[in-house]
């Protein structure tokens, strides 16, 4: 049954891929992202990762969508065809598919409990989770308890990307404040070419 | 029937493949930046599968431990995908940033036409 739901949400997310890949309006590519991230949520939950899942759910399908449609905002939503031929890039995907799905033969298959990984560290971090009265989520036990100074370097990872999306996006809000002032020397600049204009025209008016 | 027998069982990692194979042909063809790391965000995602899949036992629970049940998935993996995940937002928001800045710089984020402005400036 798990195999069945699994084999049905991996075929629905191949044909969501090649939707994204054929598609060319970047508004319906990022809706489809979206929807590709939902379908790899199920994909992972019926794979046991529930955590994972609830992750891919609202970081994959929530905060990228926003943050890809604040930049089709500001960039546009076309994309055009390249001059460049599809050859070489099929070509090199091609090659490089082929060369995995023969690594793949040699691989256990889906669902044994008998393969290597689960055999070493698995049973010893559930094992111990349970001896040291960890919390029943042994996920959150390895990542708060066993790994945290792993997690700690991942919360390092993200307050760098955070300063240089900050810092490269308040680069921008400089140069619009440039483009601004630039803006009101024109008009000023005008304004001052109408009172020339009017100045002549000034006196006749009146005059009549 | 040995072969589909194979084929039924790999499903996945083939799956995966064309998954992570797609992707690369969208980072390596299509000139439109946002496009570049949307493909970079289907290979990502791939990668994530190739380790959760082997980690699911077939019969188990999920790794929360409950006195009804004995087998469980592994959960390393999945602890190591929920670091990926995030670390992976953080460097698209950080792309969208530049593709944002490059938009500013060249008035597009079509790849040719950027090469095109390149040498004229």
Redesign the interface.
Known sequence: METFVITVLLTLLAIVTVAIIRQRNMYSVVILSSVYSFLMASVMLVLDAVDVAMTEASVGAGISTVILLATLYLTGTREYPTARGTGIPLFVSVVVGAALVWGTFELPAFGLADTVIHKHTAPLYIEMSQKHQMPPNIVTAVLADFRSFDTMGEVTVIFTAGIGVLMLLSGRRRRDEVEVVKVTESVETFGDDVADENEPDGPNGSAA | MELLH?FA??????????????G???V????????K??GL??FQ?SV??IY???????????????KAYT?????????L???A???G??????G??????I??AYGT????EIFAKEGEI
């Not at chain 2, 069982?9 to 797609?22: A, G, K, P, R």
């Not at chain 2, 959760?52 to 409950?66: R, S």
């Not at chain 2, 469980?72 to 999945?78: A, E, I, R």
């Not at chain 2, 937002?89 to 950080?94: C, E, G, M, R, S």
Request: hydrophobic letters at 55%; zero cysteines; a negative charge.
């Open positions: 194979v069982q790999h499903y996945n990692f083939f799956i995966t493949i064309f998954l992570m194979v797609s690369l042909y969208v390596i063809a299509r000139g439109n930046m946002v496009k790391l949307i965000g289907l995602t994530y599968l959760l899949t082997p980690a699911k036992i077939i019969g188990g629970t999920p790794p929360i431990v409950d087998v469980y998935s592994n959960p390393l993996p999945h602890v995908i929920l670091t995940i995030v670390v937002v953080a460097t698209l928001a950080l969208l940033a530049l593709t944002v800045r938009h500013e984020v079509e790849e040719d």
